[in-house]
């Protein structure tokens, strides 16, 4: 069956600490992949997405994620983080013209001050 | 733009009894997207629309659930004979889709139900 795993649950770093999160997808065909975050209180919301071309993509807010065909991989990654970036984050993956969503579980990201 | 919005935001009921939510899309999207997330869990897929065609469901909605979009603009998801299983965050999405046969779906608020 499809799945879309996140490696850790909870992450917990301090400002301007560096931040990678792990997603692997296990589906050999076409993807779309997608970071979502969800704020404190607030509704999920797109962070970046890929859909073809430059495997290395940017999103909101600092953030980028780079697509590695080969490992099944896209991976988060910001260089320095703010005590704003705490939140969940998720990784989606689509496998069908429909568009419908799989996520990963989640990662709690918690950056003290 | 003002965004997917959801109806109520919170609902607490008892089991046995019967719940409707309401989800309005961005206007010019013609998809539609109903997912259900737990605690601790990311959203699970659980029925989507093209318009007002309902084209797929999941087999996590059983025959308790039933999902309309009547003109093709806002949705309800019904569950009748609620379980305390049932307990969830209720997650709209929408999207229309883009040049090159891409899709980008925009969430709502969610409608947390408690069934005690």
């Known amino acids: 069956a499809q799945s879309v795993s996140q490696h850790n649950h909870h992450v917990i770093l301090s400002e301007a600490a560096s931040l990678e999160l792990g997603c692997n997808y296990s589906?050999?065909?076409?993807?779309?992949l997608f970071w979502y975050v969800q704020y404190p209180g607030q509704h999920l919301q797109l962070l970046l997405k890929y859909f073809s071309g430059d495997p290395l993509v940017k999103g909101i807010k600092g953030f980028e994620a780079e697509f590695i065909k080969s490992k099944f991989s896209f991976n988060l990654r910001k260089p320095s983080v703010q005590w704003s970036d705490t939140a969940e984050y998720f990784c989606a993956v689509t496998t069908d013209s429909w568009g419908k969503l799989q996520f990963g579980a989640g990662t709690q990201v918690v950056v003290t001050p | 733009d003002t965004g997917v919005s959801q109806d109520p935001r919170h609902k607490i009921t008892k089991r046995g009894q019967n719940v409707t939510f309401r989800c309005d899309p961005i206007s010019e999207h013609n998809r539609l997207y109903w997912y259900r997330q737990t605690l601790g869990q990311g959203p699970e897929f659980l029925t989507y629309?093209?318009?007002?065609?309902?084209?797929?469901k999941s087999r996590l909605l059983s025959d308790r659930f039933s999902a309309e979009r009547p003109k093709g603009s806002f949705s309800t998801l019904e569950i009748q004979r609620t379980e305390q299983g049932d307990s969830a965050m209720y997650l709209c999405?929408?999207?229309?889709?883009?040049?090159?046969?891409?899709?980008?779906?925009?969430f709502g608020p969610g409608t947390r139900l408690t069934v005690l």
């Open positions: 999405a929408s999207s229309t889709l883009l040049a090159g046969g891409y899709n980008e779906q925009f």
């Open positions: 629309f093209q318009n007002e065609a309902q084209l797929e």
């Open positions: 589906y050999g065909g076409t993807v779309n």
